[in-house]
């Protein structure tokens, strides 16, 4: 039985140092054990390391893999719109990051319920998680209260809309692109909302997770936070009625961001010069 076409995407930040087995244990595997096309692109932006050269040595013996190098800081979530941008034609693309904290299997188990839902996603909260290391008291603290946040403004019901290891169907990505337009870490939130808005179906199901030390986010976790907090704030006003009064304040909140060293958000389709459009 052949599978879909698969397209995933690792966003990349400074990872000389984690990058490496984990491209090797995805590309192997998926070989291995994948009865479909598979590729990978590290989508890297702003690294202050070795991390482009390091993927470019493993795409020398692993065709599968390709890296796209933008040297904006335009963040993950940034960095996951462009490669979903530059994605060559894929029946189901994906994305898990750099550290391997997702293993290539539990992508597999994913892709294989992608027949019952248009986007599968894995969870770190549900029962039957198999969690070999689970992530620190802080951080699970800081994912509860942002849990509590999103649920409260968006009533998704998904326990886990942070772990990074998702496939979504092609059409639905095509769908909703327009408006993806957070850049941070709140960018699943971003496209989770964006899918279910649309009528898309997600489907959650407990997965496989080793935490990794090494985070850029667990350094700067306070203001990764409040960074994520505004994020989830402007999608909210985004889908409200009255985001077409709040344009001028635009200004403000570039402000903001720029004083936060947080990634810019993407401007909108009613942002583009000539476009006349209402939100998504
Ligand atoms: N392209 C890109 N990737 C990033 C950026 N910040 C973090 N990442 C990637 O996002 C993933 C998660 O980062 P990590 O520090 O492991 O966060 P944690 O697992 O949530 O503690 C990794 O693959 C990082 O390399 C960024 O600004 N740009
Ligand atoms: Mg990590």
Redesign the pocket.
């Known amino acids: 039985m052949t599978e879909p076409s698969l397209l995933l995407l690792?966003?990349?930040?400074?990872?000389e140092a984690r990058i490496e087995p984990v491209l090797r244990d995805y590309a192997r595997y998926f070989q291995d054990q994948y009865q479909g096309n598979f590729s990978v692109c590290v989508?890297?932006?702003?690294c202050h390391d070795n991390t482009l050269a390091v993927v470019q040595r493993v795409a020398r013996e692993f065709p599968c893999i390709r890296a796209e190098n933008f040297p904006d800081?335009?963040?993950?979530g940034?960095?996951l719109i462009e490669g979903l941008k530059l994605a060559p034609a894929a029946d189901v693309i994906g994305y898990v990051?750099?550290?391997g904290?997702s293993p290539p299997r539990a992508l597999h188990a994913l892709i294989k319920l992608i027949d019952q839902a248009d986007c599968v996603i894995g969870s770190r909260w549900l029962p039957g998680a198999v969690l070999h290391q689970a992530q620190t008291v802080l951080?699970r603290f800081t994912s509860r209260c942002f849990h509590l946040i999103v649920e409260a403004f968006f009533w998704m019901h998904i326990k886990d809309t942070q772990c990074?290891c998702k496939v979504i169907r092609r059409p639905a990505i095509e769908r909703i692109y327009s408006s993806l337009r957070i850049a941070d870490?709140a960018f699943d939130v971003n496209l989770l909302y964006s899918l279910k808005h649309a009528g898309f179906s997600i489907l959650e199901v407990p997965t496989e997770w080793t935490?990794?030390i090494?985070?850029?986010?667990?350094a700067s976790l306070f203001r990764s936070s409040f960074v994520m907090f505004l994020s989830v704030f402007r999608i909210r006003l985004i889908y409200s009625p009255f985001y077409k009064w709040l344009r001028p304040l635009r200004p403000i909140e570039t402000w903001i961001y720029k004083k936060l060293r947080a990634?810019q958000p993407r401007p909108g389709p009613e942002d583009l010069p000539g476009a006349d459009r209402d939100p998504p």
């Open positions: 690792i966003p990349a930040y400074n990872e989508v890297l932006n702003g800081p335009i963040g993950k940034g960095a990051d750099a550290d904290a951080r990074p870490l935490d990794k090494g985070s850029k986010v667990t990634p």
